[in-house]
């Protein structure tokens, strides 16, 4: 569960705190934690009440086969959306990395279509394919272990390297320093923060595979999981934003290194240590995906190797293409947390409880729920208008914000 939330969507926490001010960045972080926890918790019991094995059914049961067409749908297009982030993210690490190595690149070349070409698709064949075949998600333990370790030592690096950061960027003549900045970016930082906490779909392969599953235990999981999620984000996104302050970029990582430290080796290794926690995230991203793919076209869950390999040959091979042809991935992030990330993790599961509630809607088992996620629900759908917005203006922020600079400025 861990692994399936702390992808790339840390990446970019630190500049919800440039669009929308450090308060209010630390703000949506802890709702975000906050109805992350509720919504799995929300799930977890529904699943034990019913005896249900899945998101599937669960939207079944609540819904009947339209409402588990719809969450199908979205379970789909999210692990596609997300994957091919992962896959943009990774290549632009990689750009980062060698950018930083290779100082006299006159020709551009790491910043071209085929320097993504040679680095995307090997990792694709060599490394996200054989960990996208595997069913079994405990298979997956290892790399999530790894995952927290690069991301820690990443934290690490942020952390022990802002002080050196702010001291060089807090008096800079362009610097701003916001707390509140309430605008229509909100919408962009909310979606921002949404995407980061979802993991609702490695839920129920988790809960399934407990030896003794019962609501106690996954509660103990999804509490653990979420406040790891936590510490990590809040970690980066302060120490990313107070190293740079308006001129922190939307991929955290990407800086320009320090005055007698260039290259800087830490931060190029924490680069490296991002991938591999992207290679985690991949798989537990699409295993769901798969089983959700299956059942929406095939109408059964169970499926030979044959078919396995097939699906999953074709899902790397449409993600890889993507991510190299058109590397947006802010774009990505925003949709896939406004209008994916909301239906799974809020919607679905908020119409699941008061449906198969044994109460009224206006009891408080049912009523405390609407009040809390159905203005979350409002703002995520909300947030899908704005960033389309966004592609067709070509823009990366909605109206006059001469606060923000990209550090090359």
């Known amino acids: 569960m861990i692994s399936s939330a702390l992808g790339g969507g840390v990446l970019s926490l630190s500049y919800v705190f440039v669009l929308s001010g450090w308060v209010i960045g630390l703000i949506l972080l802890g709702l975000g934690c906050m109805a992350g926890i509720w919504s799995n918790l929300i799930i977890a019991k529904i699943a034990i009440k019913h005896n249900l094995k899945n998101l599937d059914e669960m939207a079944f ?102 002080p050196f950061y702010w001291r060089e960027y807090r008096n800079a003549p362009a610097t701003v320093v916001k707390a509140f900045a309430l605008d229509w970016n909100f919408l962009t930082s909310f979606s921002l923060v949404v995407f980061a906490y979802t993991c609702q779909m490695a839920l129920m392969p988790v809960y399934s595979e407990l030896v003794k599953p019962n609501y106690q235990r996954i509660s103990k999981i999804v509490y653990r999981a979420l406040f790891v999620d936590a510490i990590f984000y809040f970690t980066i996104a302060c120490a990313g934003y107070f190293s740079m302050f308006n001129f922190t970029s939307d991929v955290v990582i990407e800086r320009p290194a320090l005055a007698g430290f260039d290259p800087d080796y830490c931060s190029l ?15 537990s991203n699409y295993n769901p995906c798969r089983n959700q793919f299956f059942l929406l076209v095939f109408k059964e869950a169970e499926f030979s190797n044959k078919a396995n390999f097939v699906v999953t040959l074709c899902f790397i091979i449409v993600t890889c293409s993507v991510a190299v042809f058109y590397p947006n991935v802010s774009a990505v992030l925003s949709i896939l947390g406004g209008l ?54 070509g823009e990366k922020f909605i109206g006059d914000r001469p606060d923000i600079h990209s550090f090359d400025s």
């Open 269 to 283: 290794i924490a680069a490296v240590a991002i991938c591999v926690v992207l290679f985690a995230a991949f798989p």
């Open 61 to 162: 049961r609540a819904g009947g086969n339209f409402l588990r067409k719809f969450l199908q749908i979205m379970m789909v297009v999210y692990a596609t959306g997300s994957c091919t982030g992962y896959q943009i993210f990774l290549g632009n690490l990689l750009t980062y990395v060698f950018e930083q190595l290779l100082p006299d690149d006159k020709y551009h070349f790491v910043h071209s279509f085929e320097f993504r070409l040679m680095v995307n698709v090997p990792i694709a064949g060599v490394i996200l394919l054989p960990l996208s075949l595997k069913r079994d998600m405990s298979a997956l333990a290892f790399a999530g272990v790894l995952s927290v370790a690069s991301l820690t030592y990443t934290l690490l690096v942020l952390v022990v390297e802002t």
């Open 340 to 393: 994916c990330s909301v239906s799974i993790c809020y919607t679905v599961p908020l119409f699941a409880w008061v449906k198969l509630s044994d109460k009224p809607w206006h009891a408080w088992d049912n009523l405390a729920p609407l009040l809390f996620f159905v203005p979350l629900i409002c703002l995520g759908y909300a947030s899908v208008g704005s960033t389309v917005y966004l592609i067709a203006s």
